[in-house]
């Protein structure tokens, strides 16, 4: 059962922005953001690691749809943000089942998901969610990582492996706080999510924007190269000088994310 608030986004406004909570399938209540203009169609937007919805990108991407006329919707994985639940470093495939929860409570509101969108981790829940649910027609992959393999080293330190091996965990620890907790088995998560496998698993009919910052320095440029080579329907948009945050290219972001929609959402309509 999903619970909402409201308040009015401006004094002039019609928008509404909604505090919409969703159950998952482990009872755990997701919390998000419902950018309410009235239309029938809602893109739902995912944020990346450690992350959560009220982060710069996920915000100002689900104003840049509201401005356009389709609601939005923002929301927290769980164990991020205000929604329920313990983080957990890897969750791969059960944070592409909360995206699943989400897009059945809309589809019960008789909403039409126009598109699901991920920014990082986020961007690989959505395309994990295209593999295996063949219900939406437009993915968009912002900056998701090729190969999982990759990037731990360097985002948790030399010799992590060899720890979570030894010890069954590592603390990853800002100063002496611990910020969050590496198990053996959230390790293997992530290492045994196939990207490759999942991408080729993705209904021809679905059409996939992967974007990438050419200045990406957490996750290289050359893993969106990867993700054009398997995925059937795909599109690819390099912006040049970006980084991984987007820092100083969210309006740039927005309107080919913009673009790539309202074209799916035009052949749609013109379909016999």
């Known amino acids: 059962m999903a619970q909402i608030s409201s308040t009015h986004v401006g004094p002039n406004s019609v928008n509404l922005q909604q505090k ?8 755990e209540k997701l919390v998000g953001i419902l950018h309410e203009t009235g239309s029938k169609e809602i893109a739902v937007l995912c944020h990346g690691f450690k992350s959560m919805k009220d982060e710069k990108t996920m915000v100002n991407l689900a104003v840049a749809f509201e401005n356009t006329g389709m609601s939005a ?3 927290d994985f769980a164990g991020n943000g205000e929604s329920e639940g313990s983080f957990q470093y890897g969750n791969y495939r059960r944070e592409a089942e909360d995206l699943r929860a989400v897009v059945q409570h809309f589809c019960e509101k008789k ?23 063949h219900d939406i027609n437009t993915v968009i992959n912002i900056s998701g990582r090729f190969n999982l393999k990759e990037g731990i080293e360097e985002r948790l330190g030399k010799d992590v492996m060899q720890k979570v091996k030894e010890d069954g965990f590592v603390d990853v620890r800002n100063n002496e706080d611990v910020i969050f907790r590496v198990t053996e088995d959230s390790m293997m998560d992530r290492l ?5 496998e999942a ?18 320095q957490i996750t290289p440029v050359g893993d969106a190269l990867e993700f054009a080579k398997v995925i059937p329907n795909h599109e690819l948009q390099i912006i040049e000088g970006a980084d991984h945050g987007y820092t100083s290219h969210q309006p740039e972001l927005a309107s080919f994310i913009l673009a790539f929609v309202t074209a799916g959402l035009k052949k749609e309509n013109h379909s016999p």
């Open 20 to 27: 919409v909570i969703v159950s998952n399938n482990y009872g």
């Open 73 to 75: 919707f923002r929301f």
């Open 111 to 133: 909403r039409v998901i126009t598109a699901i969108l991920g920014h990082s981790k986020g961007g690989n829940a959505v395309l994990l969610y295209a593999s295996k649910y």
């Open 192 to 196: 045994n999510t196939d990207m490759r």
């Open 199 to 216: 991408c080729l698993a993705i209904d021809k009919k679905c059409r996939v924007l992967t974007i990438h910052g050419s200045a990406d």
